[in-house]
Nanobody, 121 residues
């Protein structure tokens, strides 16, 4: 499986953005999928995760109620809808695939390239 993230950009505080991650390969539907984010000088942190069938969801406390993760196994995509964005959401966002739920940074099997999200005040 290879992962290609897209959808980052610039938004104002209170605005919204939608990130997408397209996967290639036949085993996408067997992976837990997740979004992580990283700011310079800090460790990459888990933001949201979704189990292989969408039945289990995980959100970091900092994004609960504002971010929604979803997946479409037929299209091999995972998305992160972000609303009510805050300046502190500014980071490089990475999609990731793993076998555990939710995947910790060290249990991720595959990383997509990052996409920059910048939220201005």
């Amino acid at each position: 499986v290879q992962l290609q993230a897209s959808g980052g950009g610039l938004a104002q505080a209170g605005g919204s953005l939608r990130l997408s991650c397209a996967a290639s390969g036949p085993t996408f539907s067997t992976y837990t999928m997740a979004w992580f984010r990283q700011v310079p000088g800090k460790e990459r942190e888990s933001v949201a995760a979704i189990s292989w069938n969408g039945g289990n969801l995980y959100y970091a406390d900092s994004v609960k109620g504002r971010f929604t993760i979803s997946r479409d196994n037929a299209k091999k995509t995972v998305s992160l809808q972000m609303i009510c964005l805050k300046v502190e959401d500014t980071a490089v966002y990475y999609c990731a695939a793993g076998r555990s739920f939710p995947p910790g940074i060290r249990s991720v099997s595959l990383w997509g390239q990052g996409t920059q999200v910048t939220v201005s005040s």
